[in-house]
């Protein structure tokens, strides 16, 4: 999986915000605000990747436990898919 072109990641007044651009600025009106691992999550997601990779990022990055950390990963991308974010 990878994340769908035509989105960016910006700190916008300590904000980290997905916007559109190009044409996706037409389709998508508005922009995602993220977390902190949802900003970790997306900033993986710009090279191909699996689930199992993703989470052992974020097991190395974070102080977190692997339960919580995979449930944390699936509910990300679960939502990501459902806005459209993700190609795979």
Do not use: C
Not at 39 to 46: E, N
């Amino acid at each position: 999986m990878k994340a769908r072109e035509g989105f960016i990641l910006r700190n916008l007044v300590g904000e980290l915000v997905l916007m559109p651009v190009g044409a996706e600025i037409r389709s998508f009106q508005g922009l995602i605000r993220l977390n902190g691992l949802s900003a970790f999550i997306w900033q993986h997601l710009q090279q191909p990747t699996t689930p199992d990779a993703l989470l052992d990022a974020i097991l190395s990055e974070y102080d977190i436990d692997t339960p919580t950390a995979s449930a944390d990963l699936s509910e990300t991308l679960v939502k990501m898919r459902s806005m459209g974010l993700l190609e795979g």
